[in-house]
């Protein structure tokens, strides 16, 4: 804080108390005020108990705020409303703000002034969160247990991935976790306030504190680029002109006045004698009163969801049950096999040893790998897109998303207003009303707006010669926002008469701009005629005609003025702005991108769905909606929203596809009512302070390079360039990614099962080992090497054009299906190998495990070509050559290690020609049952990946 200086408490000061709690007590029974309590810190009790009756009833549904909203919402209307002296009283300060000793006292029962009060958890509780996953804990057990069995190989791989799946999961979700701490950026910077202070004369002093030490009742004092510290009622202004980018993303500017008192029918962000925390002065200067901090304010309603940790998605629990099942399947199994083992040979080391590798092999050891190489990937290729990946998993979410909720402003549109025509009042294009359209634009100097800079570059790039050095500046009326016009008085030299002549240009809003009209030209002879209530209304009506088609609309007016002595020049003043002629109107447009057409078409036709969730007018984004092909048969405003029960809004919600009027806690609203009720992946593209309560829920949030921090922080993908073509291509790699990690899931889940069953079998046929422990593991990990490949496989077109969801009933029902045929041709080689080549059951163990060897490595490599396409594999589709490469590797491998030193070594012995002729036929007949089986599938189920 800044220096103290101690004031001593008075009889006037406690009988001034004792009056402002009756007085604020009184006013609010009579006015009826809904529930402002907790809004502030010491905040008098007798009204805290008055008003806690108006809480006690609030109800949160699909289309109302929360309870904590509407204490910010009633608190902030209540100021609006109320006169400077009943809003000192509320915050219990004066006109000469805050003693230092009040100030401190306030400040620790608030504590610091942060829009957002988080806990951030501990780094070892992330850790252990990521550490302790099913998946995590088979592997590391196997990995052990491979220690046990002196297969220290195995046991590093498996650990190895355990540690990478860790690592990335913990430093996405610390990430995550510290990205609301960025808040703070936008109220980081020295605050003018004026404290009182002295033990028997008060007087008043202007010293500069941090933000964080901001109090409600602190009087501050702002200029241009200032941030306000809090929720502020305005006690002054001069020409106050204020950016609230940071709470609607739009990028026009508010005009702000202290001399107004607001009703409930204002919308909250409209409130014109209010500032907002986070929002800055763009021009214009003045004092306030800070009546809400810290939590209490309207942004910290924006931020109130930010870092809670979201729930599991459907391919999360899809993992999560996979784990679980393999789990049982390897009790069950290993536990027989280890039992069966034993009767046979007596030896417990020897079976427990067999036990632990079947469960080796049991596991899919590769997934964690494989999952984050096709994220990888996807992450290396949009990057290649101008495309920044933050989170790897929103990859995969873009591929299941099938609809996309996006901004208009900067998004469909160029987020730059362009001027498009000049009108008189007629409705005809007429070159005087630009020419002094221009001329306005090109002397004001109070405050240079998009909408001159526009104009400027019009006549410019138009080739229009206005020659203004023919004109000088004798005056200007500067923009306010009670008049909400701005006029320029301009003269120029006429040498023949000796004479000066002098104009005065107006322009604004039309409504105003006519009020001070009482000519207008006719439509016949151009001549200038008195302005008619008729003309008047046609103004008006043909003004709210180009409103409606989303365009933005001037007025220009122009009075003459003929001063014939150059030394009794009068300057312009309010009461100059009289008996003007309207000129006409100027028209501007916030254009559409080219590319966003084409964009929308590409996503449509892929499955997505666009819906616009926009702060903007429902004129406006309608209008533009069509332009880029988006249907606005079925459009909504918040306002409307707010007035629906749950399941209307819920139901009104799922039809929309224009929202306008959106405050952010409604777009919220409608992403979680999207996903819970509507069961959709979400996506959400906005750059907006505004928009950080719906990236951070949706599940793909979507920001631009150019957005704020905190949205930048909170995305899981930031776009490089504003183009909706970049998230075609981010869904297309989705989708393909989706596609290859299912694609391993289950070959690998139908391969292990099909083959542990196999083994299982064949140990109770047999009455032996079918393989030796070391050469189950390395067909195991051979298995494992081929499949990192997967990832570079190509997805189908079909695929890729619908969105891919994870299903809880897709696996088992595949796994029913499938996994049986890998068994049944294990059982076909078992039975061939016993009773074609088995004389002698002694001398054939080596031999048998030769042949069991080849026959399980080969279906383990070849069984991803029938898994990974709905069609005829080497036929109808081919594999991408990674994978042809791959498969032919350790084809080549498993058949020739029998043939090997190595193979000696690991107890194999050559093999027959005439095995390998056998092999043929079998993997031939596999591969015809198994597409038969894959069409009766794909006919019950409507899909196979």
């Not at 913990?170 to 960025?182: L, R, W």
């Not at 498009?420 to 005809?428: A, F, I, P």
């Not at 880029?628 to 039809?655: A, K, M, S, Y």
């Not at 088995?838 to 490595?857: I, M, N, P, Y």
Request: aromatic share 10%; hydrophobic share 40%.
């Amino acid at each position: 804080m800044g220096r103290r200086y101690p004031l001593l408490p008075t009889q006037n000061n406690s009988d001034s108390a004792d009056t402002s709690n009756n007085s604020v007590r009184q006013h609010l029974i009579d006015r009826s005020t809904p529930d402002v309590e907790n809004s502030i810190a010491g905040f008098p009790s007798i009204i805290s108990g008055f008003l806690r009756r108006f809480t006690s009833g609030v109800k949160v549904d699909g289309g109302s705020r929360s309870e904590e909203e509407e204490k910010v919402y009633s608190w902030l209307f209540a100021v609006a409303k109320s006169n400077r002296d009943i809003v000192y009283e509320y915050v219990q300060s004066t006109e000469r703000g805050l003693s230092f000793a009040e100030a401190e006292k306030r400040l620790k029962e608030n504590g610091p002034n942060t829009p957002l009060e988080y806990t951030f958890p501990r780094w070892w509780h992330l850790l252990w969160n990521a550490f302790f996953h099913p998946f995590n804990m088979i592997l590391i057990v196997l990995s052990v247990a491979s220690y046990i069995a002196c297969d220290y190989l195995n046991g590093c791989i498996m650990l190895v991935l355990v540690f990478v799946s860790v690592s990335l999961r913990f430093y996405q979700e610390f990430s995550s976790s510290k990205a609301a701490m960025k808040l703070s950026e936008y109220v980081k910077c020295p605050i003018k306030v004026q404290r009182c202070a002295g033990r028997v004369v008060q007087t008043e002093l202007v010293v500069q504190i941090d933000q964080k030490d901001i109090v409600p009742g602190d009087i501050i004092i702002f200029e241009p680029g200032d941030l306000f510290p809090g929720d502020v009622r305005l006690l002054s202004s001069k020409h106050l002109v204020v950016s609230q980018a940071s709470l609607t993303g739009e990028s026009e500017t508010t005009d702000k006045t202290a001399d107004i008192q607001e009703d409930e029918r204002t919308p909250l962000l409209d409130l014109r004698n209010i500032c907002f925390m986070g929002t800055h002065v763009v021009s214009g200067s003045g004092t306030g009163l800070v009546v809400s901090t810290g939590s209490k304010t309207y942004i910290s309603t924006i931020f109130s969801a930010i870092g809670k940790q979201k729930p599991p998605n459907d391919f999360e629990k899809g993992i999560r049950r996979i784990s679980y099942f393999l789990v049982g399947v390897m009790l069950v199994v290993v536990s027989i096999i280890i039992c069966t083992e034993y009767l046979a040979s007596l030896d417990l080391s020897e079976s427990f040893l067999f036990g632990i590798s079947v469960a080796c092999a049991l596991t899919p050891q590769m997934l964690p790998l494989i999952v984050n190489t096709c994220l990888a990937k996807g992450a290396l290729a949009m990057a290649k897109d101008r495309c920044v990946v933050k989170s790897l998993t929103a990859i995969r979410d873009m591929g299941s998303m099938d609809i996309l909720c996006i901004d208009k402003t900067g998004t469909l549109t160029m987020n730059h207003a362009i001027m498009v025509d000049y009108l008189n009042g007629w409705g005809t294009q007429t070159e005087e009303v630009l020419r002094f359209a221009f001329l306005n634009s090109y002397f004001k100097t109070d405050q240079k707006y998009p909408l001159d800079d526009a104009i400027l570059a019009h006549v410019y790039t138009n080739g229009f010669r206005f020659q203004p050095s023919k004109w000088r500046k004798a005056g200007e009326i500067p923009f306010d926002f009670i008049r909400r016009k701005v006029s320029v008085i301009l003269e120029t030299e006429t040498s023949a008469a000796d004479r000066n002549e002098r104009f005065m240009i107006t322009k604004g809003a039309v409504e105003e701009v006519l009020k001070v009209c009482s000519y207008v030209q006719s439509s016949d002879n151009g001549g200038v005629i008195p302005i008619s209530s008729e003309e008047r209304h046609r103004i008006q009506n043909l003004t709210e005609e180009l409103s409606n088609e989303g365009l933005r609309v001037l007025g220009v007016a122009l009075k003459r003025l003929v001063v014939k002595s150059k030394n009794k020049r009068k300057e312009g003043d309010d009461s100059t702005e009289l008996d003007m002629e309207f000129l006409g109107l100027i028209i501007f447009y916030d254009p559409p991108k080219e590319t966003a057409k084409q964009a929308l078409w590409r996503l449509a036709e892929k499955g997505v769905k666009a819906k616009v969730l926009t702060g903007d007018s429902p004129a406006l984004a309608v209008k533009v909606c069509k332009e880029v092909g988006i249907r606005t048969n079925h459009v909504i405003t918040g306002p409307e929203l707010e007035l629906l029960d749950q399941e209307t809004f819920h139901q009104t919600v799922q039809r929309a596809t224009v929202l306008a009027c959106l405050t952010p806690s409604q777009k919220l609203r409608i992403v979680q009512s999207l996903q819970m009720v509507g069961n959709h992946i979400v996506g959400f593209l906005g750059d907006g302070v505004n928009d950080s309560l719906a990236l951070d829920a949706a599940n793909v949030g979507i920001s631009v390079d150019s957005g704020a921090s905190v949205t930048k922080d909170l995305s899981d993908i930031i776009l490089l360039e504003k183009d909706l073509n970049v998230l075609v291509l981010g869904v297309e790699r989705g989708r393909a990614t989706f596609g290859n990690t299912t694609k391993y899931i289950k070959l690998s889940v139908i391969a292990n099962v099909g083959s542990i069953l196999s083994l299982l079998i064949a140990t109770l046929f047999i009455g032996f080992e079918p393989l030796k422990p070391r050469q189950l593991l390395v067909q195991n990990f051979l298995y494992s090497i081929g499949q990192i490949a997967i990832p570079w496989d190509k997805m189908e077109d079909d695929y890729i054009k619908k969105p891919q969801r994870w299903s809880p009933r897709d696996l088992p029902m595949f796994i029913l299906w499938n996994g049986p045929l890998c068994t049944l041709c294990d059982v076909a080689a078992l039975l061939f190998i016993w009773f074609y080549y088995a004389s002698d059951k002694a001398a054939s163990q080596e031999f048998f495990r030769s042949e069991w060897f080849v026959e399980g490595l080969l279906m383990q490599t070849l069984i991803i070509h029938l898994i990974r396409t709905e069609k005829i594999p080497f036929i109808q589709a081919v594999a991408a050559w990674p994978v042809i490469i791959s498969t032919v590797l350790i084809s080549s491998i498993a058949i020739a290690i029998p043939f090997t030193p190595f193979g000696r070594i690991m107890g194999f012995v050559s093999l027959p020609l005439s095995y390998f002729g056998f092999l043929v036929v079998l993997f031939v007949g596999y591969f015809t049952i198994g597409q038969v089986i894959k069409r009766i599938y794909i006919h019950v189920h409507k899909r196979w990946l």
